[in-house]
């Protein structure tokens, strides 16, 4: 099941970023301004590209991709591998991806994609199935609250 589902792709506004930089609306304060956190995790976590970066030139474009969604319970916002996103997406039922390239060298950073993914189920996820039971012990504790008021 390799399916992505909602692809978004950011290219316009990359460029119509990179226009307004080489049109001097923009500076490289502007939008070489990639947080120090993303910085270390292209450098420990990222996944190298051969696409150059569009600003210095000087570098390699690394991509670091996250993965957002409340079925992954722990693991929401974590920064995962691309390879690792196909067994993922066996266990949880739906989460977002996010790819973002960054530069190393002069700190170029932007939006690459979005997309969805997910077995679409509704269970077979060990946090969702932990959530589910959590909310389902919330339900009993304030109908007992409420009994004993
Ligand atoms: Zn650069």
Known sequence: M???????????????????????????????????????????????????????????????TYTYGDALGEYNGRIKATRELAQLQYEVSEFTVYVVEVCQTCGWNHLRESYVLGHGGRTGNGAEVARLRAGARRVRHSRERALSE
């Open 2 to 64: 390799e399916t992505s589902r909602s692809v978004i792709d950011y290219s316009l506004t990359r460029r119509a970023t990179l226009a307004a930089l080489f049109g001097g609306r923009a500076t490289t304060t502007d939008v070489c301004d990639a947080h120090p956190y993303l910085l270390r995790a292209a450098k420990f976590h990222g996944e190298p590209t051969d696409d150059p970066c569009p600003v210095c030139h000087k570098d390699l474009l690394t991509h670091v």
